[in-house]
C-alpha cells in the first residue's frame, strides 16, 4: 500500500526545522570561496590587508549562492545563506532593487537572519555586490505550479520538480506549513478510517483536487458543509486538512476579507478549510464567495497610484458551519445568486448512521471515532498530497496526465448524471457547473487510488462523491434555478414584511374603498385584494435592487407567480378600477406568502 517517491524526481529544500548544513562544514566551504579580497577569521569575514593578512572586519560568515530571477525574467536577487548565532543556516533573498535603492533595508533583512555586521555598512553592501556566484536559480515566490506545471512549490519550503530539469529552482514564499509523522502512518489510519464513510472519503479527495485545478484549467469551488453542532463536521475538515503540510492553527471564516485572501494564495493550487461559518459574517462575506472561488482579488494600487499586481490563486475549499449559506445571506437582507450558488455550494450533513458517519470501525461510539480522528489527523500529515503531486508530474512528462484527467472526469460527470437521474440535454447550466466541480473530486479520489495512495477499493471515491452530491442536489431543489429562487424570496421576505402597511386593498376595484394609509404615502409599494399584490414599478426596482430587473420578473413568472397583462413584451399589468390613471404594476400571487 505504501507508495515511495519515484527516482525521477527530486524534492529540493528543507523544512523549517531542519539544517541544511553544520556550522563546521559551512565555514569550511566559505573559506574556499569568498571572492577576493576577502578572507575568513575568528568567525568573522574581514577585508585582508596588502600582506593577505585579516584586516577590518565586515560582518559574521555568510555566503551568496546564487542569482535568482522571477519566471519573467525580472526580480533578481541574491539568495544568501547566513550562518546564525545558534551555528544554524539560513536563507535570505535579497532583490538588487534593494540593495541599489534601500542599503538599509537589505542589511536589515540580513540581520533579521542573525547577521551581526562588525565595521562600516557600506562595506557589508561593497562585499556582497562583490560576490558574483556561477549559479542561477528560478525563483517561485508562491506555493503550487509554477508556470508549465513542471514543478510545485510547497509551502513547507520544498520544490518537486524532475532531477533531470536544467535549471534550479527555490521557493521564496512564505514557509509557514509543516508536516508531522510519516505516509504509512496516514494511510494506515486517516486513510483507513475514511472506508464506509463518504464525507470523510469526500473531505480527502477534495483536499487532493487542488493540483488538478491548474492541469484541467479550471477554477476552485467552496463546499460547505452545514448541520447540527457536534455531528462531526470539523472532523472531516481536519481529516482533509491532513493531506497537506499544515499551519500551525486551523482558519476560519472570521478573517476580514484581505485577510482571507491571503489565506488562499498561501494554499494555492492545494486545499484550505474554514471552520465555523458564522451567522452573522462581515459585511463583504457574499463578494468574498466570488473572489475565492474565482482566483482573484481585488484590484488595489500603491501610495503613489500605480496599480499593483493582483493576488491570484487556485484553491480546493471547503468549509463547515451550523447555518446554510443561503440562509446567511438571507440573514443580511441578500438572497443566493446563481453565481454564488455554483461558487459556494451549500451541501446538508445528513443521511449518515451515526451524525457525519456511517462506519465506526469498531468505536462504541461517534464520540470517541470523532476523538480518535481529532488525535491522529495531525499525528500523520502533509504526506500524501506531495506524493500525489509527484506522480501527477512523473505521468505529465510523457504528456498524458491531462488526457488522463480529463477521461476520468468525464467519466465520473456520467456516473453523477445517471446516480441523480439527470438527462444533459434538459439539465440546466447551474447543475452543470456544480456536477463539474463534482466530478473533478472524484477524479482526484480515484485517481489517487490507483496510485496507491489512499488505499481504498475501486469506485470508493467516485461511489462518496455521488452520495455527497445527491445530497446537495436534493437540498437544492431538483427544477428551481438559484436565480429563480433568489427573486421568489426576495419578493416573498419584503411581502410578509410591508404587504400589510405599503400595500392599498382594492375591494371590488373601486378606487373609493382602499385601505392603508401607509400606500398614501411616500412608502407606498402598491395595491393588493384578496388574490395579488399589485407592485408599483418604482418599488419592484427597490425590493430587486442589485439584480437584474427583468431577469428577476421573468424568473417569478417562470415560478408561477407573476401573472401579465398580456401586452406584447411586458411583464406588466395595467391595473383598472382607479378613476383615469391605470397604472402599470407587477401583479404577483398571494399565495407567494406561503412559498
Not at 503613489?304 to 468549509?319: F, H, P
Not at 489512499?454 to 461511489?463: E, I, K, L, Q, R
Not at 462518496?464 to 421568489?488: C, H, L, N, P
Request: glycine fraction near 10%.
Amino acid at each position: 500500500m505504501t507508495q515511495t517517491p519515484s527516482p525521477n524526481l527530486a524534492t529540493t529544500g528543507t523544512p523549517q526545522t531542519s539544517e541544511l548544513s553544520t556550522a563546521d562544514r559551512f565555514l569550511c566551504d566559505l573559506r574556499a570561496k569568498l571572492p577576493r579580497p576577502y578572507l575568513l577569521a575568528h568567525r568573522k569575514i574581514h577585508i585582508s590587508d596588502r600582506y593577505g593578512k585579516p584586516g577590518m572586519a565586515v560582518c559574521s560568515p555568510l555566503r551568496v549562492t546564487a542569482l535568482v530571477r522571477d519566471p519573467d525574467g525580472h526580480g533578481w536577487a541574491r539568495l544568501v545563506e547566513v550562518l546564525t548565532p545558534d551555528q544554524r543556516v539560513i536563507e535570505c533573498v535579497l532583490p538588487h532593487a534593494e540593495i541599489e535603492a534601500k542599503p538599509l533595508d537589505a542589511i536589515a533583512q540580513l540581520a533579521d537572519c542573525g547577521m551581526q555586521i562588525h565595521g562600516q555598512r557600506d562595506d557589508l553592501i561593497t562585499f556582497l555586490k562583490s560576490w558574483t556566484p556561477g549559479r542561477y536559480a528560478m525563483r517561485l515566490d508562491q506555493a503550487g505550479w509554477n508556470r508549465d506545471c513542471t514543478a510545485f512549490a510547497l509551502a513547507d519550503g520544498r520544490i518537486i520538480a524532475p532531477t533531470s530539469t536544467n535549471e534550479t529552482m527555490i521557493y521564496t514564499g512564505a514557509v509557514n506549513r509543516f508536516s508531522a509523522g510519516s505516509f504509512e502512518g496516514w494511510q494506515l489510519g486517516i486513510a483507513a478510517l475514511c472506508l464506509g464513510n463518504p464525507f470523510l472519503i469526500f473531505g480527502i479527495s477534495l483536499a487532493l483536487s487542488g493540483p488538478l485545478l491548474a492541469l484541467t484549467n479550471r477554477t476552485g469551488g467552496i463546499f460547505h458543509l452545514h448541520g447540527a453542532t457536534s455531528i462531526g463536521k470539523t472532523k472531516i475538515l481536519q481529516a482533509a486538512l491532513s493531506v497537506w503540510p499544515s499551519a500551525e492553527k486551523e482558519f476560519s471564516w472570521t478573517s476580514t476579507s484581505s485577510g482571507l485572501q491571503g489565506l488562499l494564495v498561501e494554499a494555492n493550487d492545494t486545499f484550505i478549510g474554514l471552520d465555523e461559518l458564522p451567522r452573522e459574517p462581515h459585511a463583504g462575506f457574499g463578494d468574498d464567495i466570488y473572489s475565492a472561488a474565482n482566483g482573484a482579488g481585488k484590484n488595489r494600487a500603491t501610495v503613489t497610484g500605480k496599480a499593483q499586481a493582483r493576488q491570484q490563486w487556485r484553491a480546493s475549499i471547503l468549509s463547515t458551519g451550523e447555518t446554510p449559506v443561503r440562509k446567511v445571506l438571507r440573514d443580511q437582507g441578500h438572497s443566493l445568486r446563481g453565481g454564488q450558488g455554483v461558487r459556494m455550494i451549500d451541501i446538508p450533513v445528513t443521511g449518515m448512521t451515526h451524525g457525519a458517519f456511517d462506519d465506526l470501525h469498531g468505536f462504541l461510539s461517534s464520540k470517541d471515532f470523532a476523538r480518535e480522528l481529532e488525535c491522529i489527523a495531525p499525528r500523520d500529515s502533509g504526506h500524501a498530497g506531495p506524493i500525489f503531486v509527484r506522480n501527477l508530474i512523473v505521468a505529465d512528462r510523457t504528456g498524458t496526465i491531462r488526457t488522463i484527467a480529463e477521461n476520468l472526469h468525464r467519466t465520473e460527470i456520467a456516473k453523477l448524471m445517471r446516480r441523480l437521474d439527470l438527462d444533459a440535454g434538459t439539465v440546466g447550466n447551474e447543475i452543470l457547473r456544480v456536477l463539474d466541480r463534482f466530478a473533478l473530486i472524484a477524479t482526484a479520489g480515484e485517481f489517487a487510488r490507483k496510485l496507491q495512495i489512499t488505499g481504498w477499493p475501486s469506485g470508493a471515491a467516485s461511489d462518496a462523491v455521488a452520495r455527497v452530491a445527491a445530497a446537495w442536489y436534493e437540498y437544492r431543489g431538483a427544477d428551481t434555478s438559484t436565480d429563480q429562487t433568489a427573486a421568489v424570496e426576495i419578493t416573498r421576505d419584503y411581502l410578509q414584511r410591508f404587504g400589510d402597511s405599503r400595500f392599498a386593498i382594492l375591494r371590488n376595484g373601486d378606487q373609493n374603498n382602499l385601505e392603508a394609509p401607509a400606500a398614501r404615502s411616500h412608502e407606498a409599494a402598491g395595491y393588493r385584494d384578496e388574490d395579488y399584490f399589485y407592485i408599483l414599478k418604482p418599488s419592484f426596482d427597490e425590493i430587486h435592487r442589485g439584480y437584474d430587473i427583468r431577469r428577476a420578473g421573468e424568473h417569478l413568472q417562470a415560478a408561477g407567480y407573476l401573472e401579465p397583462g398580456g401586452e406584447r413584451n411586458s411583464l406588466q399589468y395595467r391595473l383598472p378600477g382607479l378613476g383615469k390613471q391605470r397604472p402599470r404594476v407587477y401583479r404577483i400571487r398571494t399565495d407567494i406568502l406561503g412559498a
